[in-house]
């Protein structure tokens, strides 16, 4: 398998949805399509800096509109992810449409 290179802008975005979201390593690696390797590399790298997660503060007056939008977007499609998944372990679980 060829090393595959991934943009800051990306590495930055799986890394917030892992914290945001408190997730195992292997689910973050399965969400965003990627090997999980790469996932535990980015994740020790950025534990050993002792600057603050910039998902850590609650002032997103800083963090400028765009990324604030960015950030709904993302909570939204993870809501609308969970939202999916729950219907289908229904009609599984119950055999109904939903």
């Excluded at 997730?23 to 050993?48: E, I």
């Excluded at 002792?50 to 765009?66: F, L, W």
């Amino acid at each position: 398998m060829a090393n595959r290179q991934y943009s800051t802008e990306f590495r930055q975005q799986v890394l917030d949805w892992h914290h945001q979201h408190g997730t195992t390593q292997r689910t973050t690696a399965n969400k965003f399509n990627m090997p999980r390797t790469t996932l535990t590399g980015w994740v020790n790298s950025t534990a050993d800096t002792s600057a603050p997660h910039p998902t850590d503060s609650s002032d997103h007056k800083e963090a400028g509109p765009n990324q604030r939008v960015q950030e709904l977007e993302r909570q939204l499609q993870q809501l609308q992810d969970d939202c999916q998944t729950l219907r289908r372990a229904m009609f599984l679980l119950f055999g109904q449409t939903p």
